[in-house]
């Protein structure tokens, strides 16, 4: 029975293998994206001088800013449905960032592992399976909750444990609408141009929000 029960699924599990396998095409893109968005990351950094003139009454209120940090694991993760796409395109963006030169320096790198991991379990808590508007929106979330709570320990050691928890909420709502709901818009609007005709998210924009 279990030699039959075995039998029976290795197809299943060889289709498996061969969707979680990376191929060199995978790997083009999602460093192009890498690329791409790091380029939004530095721009996106210069920014932050000018915002924080209007959060200076209330510095917690910075979090919501902080989703377009996050575009580039969610955008990775959606584009190449394999694991470690959205570290690994989170990853470039922030190195193309540090090469380019922003305020933040490279603390850049250590933001986009642990903002690339967030979005990753996003994806995993799906098992790399459903790549809809509500697994964009939890990887958007979690990349953000991963981003306040990194802050909160780099950046903002000082404040109150308040000041932190209101950061650390809204930079989750920041990530799950800006790199979250924004990303996905993406996708389906870049896989009606064909664009990603080569790639498992050729259909995006035919699949079903939920």
Same mark, same amino acid.
């Given at each position: 029975?279990?030699? =039959?029960?075995?039998?029976? #699924?290795? &197809?299943?599990?060889?289709?498996? #293998?061969?969707?979680? /396998?990376?191929?060199?095409?995978d790997?083009?893109?999602?460093?192009? %994206?890498?690329?791409?968005?790091?380029?939004?990351?530095w %721009?996106?950094?210069?920014?932050?001088?000018?915002?924080?003139?209007?959060?200076?009454?209330?510095? &917690?209120?910075?979090? %919501?800013?902080?989703?377009?940090?996050?575009?580039?694991?969610?955008?990775?993760?959606?584009?190449?449905?394999? &694991?470690?796409?959205?570290?690994y395109c989170?990853?470039?963006? *922030?190195?193309v960032?540090?090469?380019?030169? /922003?305020?933040f320096?490279?603390?850049?790198?250590?933001?986009?592992?642990?903002?690339g991991?967030? *979005?990753?379990?996003?994806?995993?808590?799906?098992?790399?399976?459903?790549? #809809?508007?509500?697994?964009?929106?939890?990887?958007?979330?979690?990349?953000?909750?991963?981003?306040?709570? #990194?802050? =909160?320990?780099l950046?903002?050691?000082? +404040?109150?444990?308040?000041?932190?928890?209101?950061?650390?909420?809204? $930079?989750?709502? =920041?990530?799950?609408?800006?790199?979250?709901?924004?990303? +996905?818009?993406?996708?389906?609007?870049? $896989?009606?141009?064909?664009?990603?005709?080569?790639? &498992?998210?050729?259909?995006?924009?035919?699949?079903?929000?939920?």
């Amino acid at each position: 029975m279990s030699k =039959s029960f075995a039998g029976e #699924n290795a &197809p299943q599990a060889q289709q498996q #293998n061969k969707k979680s /396998t990376w191929r060199v095409v995978d790997i083009v893109v999602v460093s192009v %994206l890498g690329v791409a968005v790091g380029v939004i990351f530095w %721009l996106w950094s210069a920014g932050y001088g000018f915002i924080s003139a209007f959060t200076a009454a209330f510095p &917690p209120i910075g979090g %919501l800013y902080g989703g377009g940090w996050l575009i580039a694991g969610v955008l990775g993760g959606l584009v190449i449905r394999k &694991p470690g796409a959205a570290l690994y395109c989170e990853l470039i963006a *922030a190195i193309v960032e540090g090469l380019l030169g /922003t305020h933040f320096g490279f603390t850049v790198l250590l933001s986009g592992l642990v903002q690339g991991l967030g *979005a990753e379990l996003g994806f995993a808590i799906f098992r790399y399976r459903k790549f #809809n508007l509500l697994a964009a929106l939890v990887a958007g979330g979690l990349a953000g909750l991963a981003m306040g709570i #990194n802050d =909160s320990v780099l950046w903002n050691i000082v +404040w109150a444990f308040e000041w932190k928890a209101v950061y650390v909420v809204l $930079a989750i709502i =920041s990530g799950a609408v800006i790199a979250g709901l924004l990303s +996905w818009l993406a996708v389906r609007g870049l $896989a009606r141009t064909g664009a990603l005709s080569n790639l &498992p998210s050729r259909n995006a924009a035919t699949e079903r929000a939920v």
